[in-house]
């Protein structure tokens, strides 16, 4: 097993070119279940079957292991064993019709309103980038939208006069988004204040600029989620403010 175990390793490394994270992974999965294989007194892959394989698996559930981690097991070895049929070291694996166990669905995670206030009103509104960032995280609160939909917004689409937004979504349909007051005080100081400076004369018609003048990227606001998600103590992504969106909403009726 070891011989075949470690070609299969340096093919994983060579030629499916993973990461270094997933190839310590799979030897670790794999060696548990070649020493399970093992106290089951089989000396060959060849005699592993479906019921040991099985076996295995009610093992990992006995030993209360998360659903997630047996799922990842059990594609490690899938994987090892498409591996073996490609080598033509066994004709059938026995994980072929194996089902990988059904993963619990998480609850969306979200912020209390508190954390949420905290949060939009964490950055420092007397510099340009700052009001930049409070009107961006006060949008993506107030509004529910889509990250990429933010930063692909142009100023022109904004009407701070009755707080209404167009916003192109999926498939370039397009919509109209309402912000209330403290969203839009915090794009009405930005556009006058922050993003002018930030434009430095530079003509740009993008609604969120960087401090180069140009249209910010969606990476930009994951990094500007981490650092003000620091004040919450709390790991905050997109996905989280547009579900404390809806959550707050259902609550407000």
Request: glycine letters at 4%.
């Amino acid at each position: 097993m070891q011989e075949v175990f470690s070609q299969y390793i340096a093919y994983l490394e060579a030629e499916r070119n993973v990461s270094a994270y997933t190839v310590r992974n799979y030897t670790r999965d794999l060696l548990e279940f070649f020493a399970f294989v093992s106290e089951q007194g089989i000396e060959t892959l060849k005699n592993v079957n479906k019921q040991t394989l099985r076996a295995y698996l009610a093992q990992l559930m006995e030993q209360k292991y998360a659903k997630s981690s047996i799922a990842r097991k059990l594609s490690a070895i899938r994987s090892f064993y498409r591996y073996l049929m490609r080598e033509d070291l066994i004709s059938a694996s026995p994980a072929a019709t194996t089902v990988s166990p059904r993963l619990d669905k998480r609850l969306p995670e979200f912020l209390t309103q508190d954390e949420a206030k905290r949060l939009v009103e964490s950055p420092d509104v007397s510099q340009p980038q700052g009001q930049r960032d409070r009107a961006l995280l006060e949008m993506l609160y107030a509004s529910g939208m889509r990250v990429s939909e933010l930063v692909n917004m142009n100023v022109e689409q904004v009407n701070l006069s009755t707080n209404e937004m167009r916003v192109w979504g999926k498939g370039a349909k397009e919509r109209v988004v309402l912000i209330g007051e403290p969203a839009a005080e915090a794009l009405n100081n930005y556009i006058k204040e922050g993003r002018r400076e930030l434009l430095g004369g530079k003509r740009n018609n993008a609604l969120f600029v960087n401090r180069y003048g140009n249209r910010i990227l969606v990476r930009r606001v994951q990094k500007i989620l981490n650092k003000y998600s620091r004040s919450i103590n709390k790991s905050v992504h997109p996905h989280i403010l547009r579900h404390t969106f809806a959550t707050h909403l259902l609550d407000g009726g």
